[in-house]
């Protein structure tokens, strides 16, 4: 994850200057926000029930720091957007979190709607300060380009500060994000902190997808090599393994982008070797019928299987507290090279490819890049305005401003009950792996429906408690 902690320190005191007209109806709602907010401060929710949703709003600065002057936003002098009415947000512009409802059910949670409005900082006196930690991710450098060119250029900020801070890891960024921001409230600082979600496993949960994802999907080129291999000798088998500690979508997508995988293996769908229907018989059935397979598999995958007690007894971690994983993919290779040699008596060869540091190194794609862009300068036009312990992110193709808990609170992981998983399953064609028992379980971990909360009903029943408005 990068966060973007812009350090803004001005004086308290003073009258707002003359309202522009652009911003009319913000300043009249600035007042009233301040109340809003202090309902969905540190991640309560705010009911909407007029409006038939819930708004789950991100702290101000306005929250416990009182009488904030605004300016208008400098964008309004410039050229290229004063021109564009739009380009500007109403404080009243939400991004529903679910699109896809029935006629009957709630419109559940909506975020702020991210973009430029009315500034709570003079450019003269910033001070931003880029922080970046974990790993390598296509399109990290843009994504700081254009903070620092976001800043500068449609803000007039003349000072930043760039620190690069590489620590092990990266899971846990957001949620030390979440304590700084936890900090600089206590003391009242004027301090902007906001949160650029950077993994590229697509874990972080609400947002569409993280940045990089996209680059490191084109690790279907690792798949074609592969399948070339695979194909170039009698029952060749092509062996894949790429990342995702806790989430296989880099797996699943690459496959569908592909077409030439055999068999795709996640963390969130458990499967096993031996017996019926098992790993080891499908891949026999498969090598009968063409001659040839490719398999790829998360690294994450598998790894309650491993049977190597005696590491799984000692549960190492790394610096961020994340559990080390075995090699599944070279633990994988060897079974199957076992199983065929000793068991079955049946000659195979077998290719293993381990593209992981070539997929989180390589240069981010044109969709990377634009994105990246659109991320930076959503978190910059936040942090202007005075928003603060957000991460920032699409919501149904919209960029919105999260509260930091969101993202905290749980990880995205691929769906075995989704429409996706069952395209890939049609893909490539291979057996689910999945007894009733793991289908049954795997449907309770999705997520309840949203709850209605409108004129002292919820989803139409009346509640005895009282519901704020």
Known sequence: MLVTAAVWRLPCGGAPPD??????????????????????????????AEFGYTLEDVPHLSDYISHLPTYPNPLQDNPAYSAVRQYFVDLDDTVAQKIVVHKDMPRGTHFRRAGPQRVYFESDDVHACIVTCGGLCPGLNTVIREIVCGLHHMYGVKSVLG???????????????????????????????AGIPKTIDNDIPVIDKSFGFDSAVEAERAITAAHVEATSIENGIGLVK??????????????????DVDCCLIPESPFYLEGAVGLFEYIEKRLKENGHMVIVIAEGAGQELLSDSRLLSANPQDASGNKLLQDVGLWLSQRIKDHFSKQRKMAINLKYIDPTYMIRAIPSNASDNVYCTLLAQSAVHGAMAGYTGFTVGPVNGRHAYIPFHRINESRNKVVITDRMWARLLSSTNQPSFLSPKDVTEASKREKAPSVLIENGFVNGERTNKDVAC
């Open 242 to 259: 790429l990342m995702g500690r806790y989430s296989g979508f880099i797996a699943m997508y690459a496959t569908l982008a592909s077409r």
């Open 19 to 48: 309202a522009d007209h652009r911003f009319e109806k913000k300043v009249a709602c600035s007042n009233s926000r301040n109340g809003f907010l202090k309902r969905a401060i540190m991640g309560l929710e705010s009911d909407s």
């Open 163 to 193: 620190i690069n801070v590489y620590i092990i890891g990266g899971d846990g960024t957001q949620k030390g994000a979440a304590v700084v921001f936890e900090e600089i409230r206590r003391r009242g600082l004027k301090v902007a902190v």
